[in-house]
């Protein structure tokens, strides 16, 4: 307990000297020192006390702890008190009674309130209750509990300072060792498939969790705080070697108030999304989460790491970031690039589709009833550049198609394994993985779910960052209208738009060309359209003719341009947004040919 009041009550300015004498008057006593730990069960909170046990007439202690105690003790604290306290609050109680017993065994005496305070007492473990401490019961349905002096003087005050340790002692405030707490689950409430309302969503706001955190991160040098129970054994060995390490205690400050601060940034976020107001806030914070150090970032002389976005919106919004890994090596920076390409390509498709990727351009796609078959077709799109490229499907990987990505021969030589470095899928078959994992050791297999619409996109540019809504449109959305005098067939209508889905996914300036539902050549991030068109039809070969033709943006010029070399070439359908002051000319040109030639007054720019 604390000192302030005895059957004869020694009031808060009642000098050193005066208490140390009262003190020693109960030599004849048997004096019993606790080591208190203040626990707070996010709300509870537990407040170290000192005890004074008399086998004569007992005197109780109260209101004060601090200075006091140093001198009825001769044990020593971080403090410099007899009596070392510790402050818990934990709403999520993981590993909650192996921390208490720790604590206990180390001579601290616990204080808490509410459902952690149960917890432990329900476990056996001895807890004094703040109200105790604070002499003031909880209030405002539990809103007010913890924020009081004695609490907070306690974890604020710095133990070099004379006037701190003077100011606790005439105030009848202990201090507190260890600060222990983490918050109201605001997150996994507001998350919930549930779901939350807006009075459900403001009551599990924590306030006074965040306060004591903050307090206690604060003031380190003298207050070890741990927000994480991670952290509860490497607290219980440095307590037990008695160590003095800085960086130790520094660590569990940053991450206090990093915890905090994504917490914060929770609230936000959900507070703004309840207005319904603009998507694009003045300001907002997006909390990342270290998901791996990676061995080296785009090339091997830079450092990288991967982090996951804990934003509201992206929870349960699938995407690469959170795929589970079934099999092979530790993705790599490049790695997750080319996957999140291909994945975000082969989602958009509802048929069953296969996409190829090579430093995130898909360089083969095609969709068929037979998975197989779509397959065998992707990779023949550009043998050479799928060889160690990923390989996605947006269908099952069932053992049949497990077997053919494992034995399938390169179509350049009939012989060659194809060699790849990731396949990602929505899910797999018991057996198709097991298939799968044969073919290699380091073969990574992702299983995800695909992105929900209407994200933000965010990229970063010197000192700043760039934010957009994510393009989600698909040929459903758009109207691909006819504007030369040919006019296109359902089939060409149907490749038409199978390229314009194609296109969307290739760096710019970007020209794709398809037929029947396959990608037959690609051109990618040439400097000029021209440049795009001539590598597209280079690879598509004989098969231009008759094809179908998708630009991402529109074309400059058509006599003698790009336009014109299309139309020579056989394609039978162009698709582009249109939008330049000489569409005319690509209309002219077209009808020259017998080209049916669309508009879809959508751009697909991809930097």
């Known amino acids: 307990m604390s000192l302030a009041s005895v059957s004869c009550r020694a009031t808060s300015s009642t000098s050193l000297i005066n208490r140390s004498s009262l003190l020693r008057s109960f030599a004849s006593s048997k004096l019993s020192t606790q080591h208190s730990v203040l626990a707070i069960g996010s709300p509870d909170i537990r407040v170290s006390s000192l005890s004074l046990n008399s086998r004569s007439k007992p005197c109780r202690v109260s209101a004060m702890s601090g200075v006091s105690d140093t001198i009825v003790s001769d044990s020593s604290s971080s403090s410099g008190s007899g ?47 703040v109200e105790k401490l604070t002499e003031f019961p909880e209030m405002l ?44 689950p605001f997150y996994d409430k507001v998350t919930s498939a549930s779901g939350a309302t807006f009075e459900e969503g403001i009551e599990n706001i924590d306030i006074g969790g965040p306060t004591m955190i903050r307090a206690a991160a604060k003031n380190h040098n003298d207050v070890l705080v741990v927000v994480d129970p991670q952290d509860y054994t490497p607290l219980l060995e440095y307590l037990k070697e008695q160590k003095d390490d800085q960086q130790f205690r520094r660590k569990l400050a940053w991450k206090a108030f990093q915890h905090v601060a994504a917490y914060d940034s929770a609230i936000s976020e ?19 989460s270290l998901k791996s150090s990676l061995r080296y970032g785009e090339n091997p002389h830079q450092k990288a790491a991967f982090y996951v976005d804990k934003s509201l919106a992206e929870v349960n919004a699938g995407g690469i970031a959170t795929a589970v890994q079934h099999h092979g090596k530790e993705m790599s920076y490049n790695n997750y690039l080319d996957a999140d390409a291909a994945w975000n390509c082969v989602s958009e498709f509802e048929d069953p589709t296969c996409v190829v990727v090579k430093h ?88 995800a779910k695909k992105n929900d619409k209407g994200k933000l996109s965010l990229r970063q540019v010197g000192g700043g960052w760039l934010a957009q809504e994510s393009d989600d449109l698909t040929p459903e959305n758009i109207n691909f209208k006819a504007v030369s005098e040919k006019k296109s067939t359902e089939e060409e209508l149907s490749s038409a738009q199978f390229a314009w889905l194609c296109v969307k996914h290739v760096k710019s300036n970007a020209i794709v060309i398809a037929k029947n539902k396959c990608m037959l050549g690609m051109g990618s991030g040439q400097p000029n359209r021209v440049e795009s068109l001539r590598l597209a039809m280079k690879k598509a070969g004989e098969e231009v003719k008759g094809a179908a033709l998708a630009s991402d943006a529109f074309f400059p010029f058509a006599w003698n341009d790009a336009v014109e070399e299309a139309c020579q070439s056989g394609v039978s359908v162009i698709a582009e947004p249109g939008g330049s002051i000489r569409d005319q000319d690509a209309i002219d040109c077209c009808n020259k040919y017998g080209v049916s030639l669309l508009f879809t007054e959508v751009r697909h720019f991809r930097h």
């Open 141 to 184: 349905d539990g809103r007010v509990k913890t924020l009081h002096p004695r609490i907070h003087g306690g974890i604020l005050a710095k133990r070099d300072l004379k006037h701190h340790m003077e100011a606790l002692e005439q105030h009848g405030i202990g201090v507190f060792d260890i600060v222990i707490v983490n918050l109201y």
């Open 83 to 129: 009596i070392k306290k510790a402050l818990l609050s934990v709403s999520n109680k993981t590993d909650l009674l192996t921390l208490a017993t720790g604590l206990e065994s180390l001579g601290y005496t616990i204080v808490s309130t509410g459902g952690t305070a149960t917890a432990l007492e329900n476990a056996g473990v001895s807890v004094t209750k």
């Open 360 to 447: 995130t351009n898909p360089c083969g796609v095609a969709s068929r009833d037979d998975i197989l078959e779509a397959y065998r077709l992707a990779v023949k799109g550009d043998p050479v550049s799928a060889f160690g490229g990923i390989v996605a499907f947006n269908v099952e990987v069932d053992e049949a198609l497990a077997k053919e990505i494992r034995e399938f021969r390169s179509p350049t030589d009939g012989e060659t394994r194809m060699f790849y470095e990731i396949v990602v899928a929505p899910k797999y078959s018991e057996k198709g993985l097991e298939v799968l994992r044969g073919k290699s050791k380091t073969l990574r297999i992702l299983e």
């Open 270 to 288: 959900w507070l703004w999304n309840q207005n319904g107001e603009d998507k694009f806030p003045p300001s907002f914070t997006v909390p990342l």
